[in-house]
């Protein structure tokens, strides 16, 4: 399953987080020491009884001991090297080196047999990694480690040489297998746990791609959403409504897709007092008429139309709160404004399509495809109407809300990094992917292929897919 | 990274804006007095009010459909969408992210408002709409006016809301507190910068606000 014929058959890149983008790298020093396995846990209990604060930060993702096999090179350092000059015989090394420490501090070492072969006697040591190094200094932990064993200064304290090493380690979980692999090798062992702390949970993004790239549910997929929402589009622009934008809203009922709202961009579509003066090149259009906020407004009004009596009756009753206040209301100028009613027969076929299941609330979790990337308004929108999962097309690097990346990385062009799909200070969140774009190589039949077991998430684009970025200049959409 | 903005500055003028916030102040009474969310908002133009919103998610269930949307949707049945560009806002509460980009868009002048949206405002209590980069004209928020009442306002409805609930809570947790903790800098998360910390230093306006 895991062939790379089969990963590059997605068409789906879950977005950075703002938090992803921010923390992923951040480090932390810490102070680490080599020791003797046999006295691995020992040292660990005092660390535990003595050193307060050595677990104020969590730092889960990393092995509390380490081989040294599995270290970076950096960490192991000048060591091995005056090891392998078999000049400092450690006692977990060799079993009984008849070695003789010297009084003076520049005395040579000396011994009386030669060191044996290490490869085949040499006791287990381990790297303890001991705290963050603002918790103590090096000097009082130097001082704590030296009263207790192997460090003590008692008759065999020579064979253990107290090193307090200064490394630099991950400070966040890493939020993909492969982020592991990568902190193993440049920091210290590093535990991939399936948990992302910056986004959606692994496991609930892995089954929402399994879920958007099949295509056997009634033939509808995720690239199948994004031709219709192409499609819309291109309608609406064509009638000289809007510029060529498009959103479908989607509603999955036991894996099963309904197709709930298809609305294209009909921004300019004339208002009740048109601005005669305005050609659409310099005007932003009416700003309400958006695709994706049409499309979420047609998901109101299809829940209204479907309503038990219960929620009809509440929402008649808020209707008349606006009566209550003096506001008179002319409906079709409303309605003129809002444009959520279908402004094409493309639009109403899918609007009068009585699918959706009643008496839902807003949008929650419902799936929203889009041509582009859309403007702050419409992914606040978005967030407000709690949506469950968002795809877009085509990037939007200089109004598009969504994107939480500043700079050029490895998810390709930038934007105005607010990253509204997954914002710890706002009160809701909802995972989020652009397509990607094959360039070559990839036959369509590979898409009929089982569902991804495997999930790609948080994977960089592989040297065959693009990210879109719009070919419009800097428009909202 | 964009620089703090405050919005809680001297108001130039503040009798004349009081004045429409009083408006504001009056339509939010209106909808609590209707067991709608108390937030209110007047467009102003040329001294005038043009557009008068409340909150109308409810009634179209569309999560959408805030007090400022309402209002410029009375506006456009009757003006070009042009006259934004030399109009007014007075809301009770700080717009939402949502609203304060779609009025930047539309190209309104200033914004007016009581009290902060700590939640999900978008004119300095979660982020800075109104004066971060990006392709339109930013407009100028000014907060603060009239702040005490929006929040018991808003207090007000939260208390009653319980009161309607199957099983009322305790009494205790229903009474009408009337402290209101002085502002303090809204810990701003703009685009570019990083977010805050998850300490809740923010004035705590908003028991839960709908922008």
């Known amino acids: 399953m895991d062939s790379p014929a089969f990963q590059t058959s997605r068409r789906m890149l879950a977005l950075k987080t703002k938090e992803e983008c921010r923390l992923g790298n951040e480090t932390i020093q810490v102070w680490a020491v080599e020791l003797p396995s046999k006295h691995a846990e020992g040292i660990l209990k005092v660390i535990k009884d003595n050193v307060e604060g050595q677990d104020r930060i969590d730092l889960q993702h990393l092995r509390r001991f380490a081989k040294p096999k599995f270290l970076p090179k950096h960490i192991l350092g000048e060591r091995d090297r005056i090891k392998e000059l078999h000049c400092v015989p450690r006692a977990w090394e060799t079993s009984a080196p008849a070695v003789m420490q010297a009084s003076c501090e520049n005395a040579v070492w000396d011994w009386s047999t030669p060191a044996k072969a290490r490869t085949t006697t040499r006791a287990q040591t381990l790297y303890l990694l001991i705290c963050p190094t603002n918790v103590i200094s090096m000097a009082d932990l130097h001082s704590l480690l030296l009263d207790y064993t192997p460090f003590a200064s008692s008759a065999e304290s020579w064979a253990y040489p107290l090193v307090i090493k200064e490394v630099t380690v991950p400070l966040l979980s890493p939020t993909s297998p492969a982020q592991a692999d990568e902190w193993s090798n440049k920091y210290w062992p590093t535990f991939y746990r399936k948990t992302n702390p910056f986004g959606a949970h692994p496991v609930s993004m892995s089954k929402a791609e399994d879920e958007l790239q099949t295509s056997e549910c009634n033939g509808f997929g995720v690239e199948h959403a994004l031709e219709l929402a192409e499609e819309v589009a291109q309608i609406t622009k064509g009638e000289g409504l809007g510029v060529g934008t498009g959103c479908v809203i989607v509603e999955r009922v036991e894996g099963k897709p309904e197709i709930i709202a298809v609305a294209g961009d009909a921004r300019y579509k004339p208002l009740s007092v048109p601005a005669a003066d305005e050609p659409h090149g310099c005007s932003p259009g009416n700003v309400m008429a958006h695709a994706a906020m049409r499309a979420l407004g047609f998901v109101g009004r299809k829940r209204l139309r479907v309503a038990s009596g219960q929620v009809s009756k509440a929402a008649a009753k808020a209707e008349s709160n606006f009566a209550n206040v003096g506001l008179a209301h002319d409906e079709t100028a409303r309605d003129g404004f809002f444009l959520d009613l279908p402004v094409n027969s493309f639009e109403q076929k899918y609007f009068d399509n009585d699918n959706i299941k009643p008496d839902g609330y807003l949008c929650l979790k419902l799936e929203v495809f889009l041509t582009h990337e859309p403007c702050m308004m419409c992914s606040m929108a978005l967030v407000h109407s709690r949506v469950g999962r968002v795809i877009f097309k085509h990037r939007m690097p200089e109004t598009g809300g969504l994107t939480a990346e500043l700079v050029r990385n490895d998810t390709g062009p930038v934007g105005l990094g607010y990253g509204l799909c997954w914002r710890k200070e706002l009160n809701w969140q909802f995972m989020c992917w652009e397509y990607i774009q094959q360039t070559h190589g990839e036959s369509e039949a590979d898409d009929t292929t089982a569902a991804s077991t495997v999930s790609q998430y948080s994977k960089p684009p592989m040297a065959n897919e693009t990210i879109v970025e719009s070919s419009f200049a800097c428009i909202h959409v | ?211």
């Open chain 2, 1 to 211: 990274m964009a620089a703090k903005t405050t919005v809680f500055g001297e108001v130039p003028n503040r009798a004349y804006h009081e004045r429409f916030m009083r408006k504001a102040i009056e339509m939010a009474e209106l909808a609590l007095a209707s067991d709608e969310t108390p937030v209110g908002c007047v467009f102003v133009h040329n001294d005038v009010i043009i557009g008068r919103g409340i909150n109308g998610t409810n009634a179209s269930l569309n999560g959408t459909r805030h007090a400022e949307f309402v209002a410029l949707a009375e506006i456009m049945a009757k003006h070009p969408q042009s006259i934004i560009r030399e109009t007014d806002l007075y809301v009770t509460v700080e717009p939402c992210i949502m609203c304060a980009s779609a009025l930047r868009q539309y190209g309104i002048r200033a914004v007016y408002f009581g009290c902060l949206n700590d939640r999900f405002g978008g004119c300095g209590g979660v982020m800075n709409i109104h004066t971060d980069n990006g392709v339109d004209r930013p407009f100028p928020a000014y907060g603060g006016i009239f702040r005490e009442e929006a929040i018991m306002l808003l207090r007000k409805f939260y208390v009653q809301e319980n009161n309607k609930a199957p099983e009322p809570k305790p009494k205790k947790n229903r009474e009408l507190k009337t402290a209101i903790l002085p502002i303090s800098a809204p810990n701003t998360a703009t685009a570019g910068a990083p977010a805050p910390p998850p300490t809740t230093t923010n004035t705590p306006d908003l028991p839960t606000p709908q922008g």
